[in-house]
């Protein structure tokens, strides 16, 4: 074999070698890479790093310590404030008393839901043969709480009338807590909140006074700061035109004479009958001949509130909202 030829031979070995060596050093690299984390391993990890909800929390109330399952599913109800928060909340319950419901609450009397008794007397045995998750009651239920109790976790949420405002955020903020609603909770709260200063300001501006009365049939009773209604006065400003009404659940027995008396700026009428009965008795009973000599019918400032917002709901997100525009749309 020539030199020539023996140097090309062996210049090509080397060539072929150098490749080869370079290929193995490149695969090597690339060995050496991480792997790409998948999107099912990076959403494990995004996971295992967020604490994970409370499936469970205590909750305190008048009547005790609750240990309650949060999102439970079958829910009973016995205060028409909460269903109408749940309900602004977008919360499903299984069950509440039908008789007497709010007329804004009427779907609730769909055959869908369990007629689950009366707010006095709740229906044991519809309630535990559902298997019931949660029970929440107010006032009306109170004596049926230990009896509730024997079913499924039961807490009590009824509105504290010495601190309205406050015990209705907690309230309404509980339930976020419990169905995961918090965020809306505390929007809507928040919204209520400031729609009242707003009222507070106006009505304390204008330095009016003002008288509450429930009409019952031909009954008159007036209630003041402290009671079920004194919300107007506690919360929205007016001062009272009577600073010594008894603080009572059915209010203090009163009679036109004494309207007259007290000759208010603004009278603040609840008719019972309209949402118990359907027999409203309200403007036939309030304006009088002596009614009308006060400042209250004078200047136009009779205002007929809502007696399902009122009267049979009360504490809850949508009812506590409707209670505050309609007085501050009445204030002049």
Known sequence: MSKKLSILLLTLIIAVFVAACGSGNQANKE?????????????????????????????????????????????FVFDYGVLDSLDRLGVEVAGVPQANLPSYLSKYKDAKYINAGTLF??????????????????????????????????????????KYMDSFKENALTLGKIFSKEAVATEEVAKIETAAKQLQTKASAS????????????ALSAYGAGSRFGIIHDVFGFKQADS????????????????????????????????????STGKQII??????????FKNGNIIYLDANYWYLSGGGLISVEGMVKQVADSVK
């Open 121 to 162: 007397e709740p229906d044991f045995e519809k309630i535990n043969a559902s298997k019931a998750d949660l029970i929440i009651i107010s006032g009306r239920a109170e004596k049926a709480y230990a009896e509730l109790s024997k079913i499924a976790p039961t807490i009590f949420m009824g509105v504290d009338n010495a």
């Open 31 to 75: 060995t050496a890479k991480p792997a790409a984390a998948s999107p099912q391993a990076t959403n494990a990890a995004t996971a295992a790093a967020t604490p994970a909800a409370p499936t469970e929390i205590t909750v305190k109330h008048k009547l005790g310590e609750t240990k309650v399952k949060t999102n439970p599913k079958k829910v």
């Open 287 to 296: 304006e009088n001949e002596l009614v009308k000599k006060t400042n209250a």
């Open 244 to 279: 010594k009404i008894e603080v009572s659940t059915h209010g203090q027995n009163i009679s036109n004479e004494y309207i007259l008396e007290k000759n208010p700026d603004y009278l603040f009428v609840v008719d019972r009958g309209k949402v118990v009965d359907g027999k």
């Open 207 to 218: 330095g009016k006074n003002a008288l509450i009365v429930l009409v019952q049939d031909t």
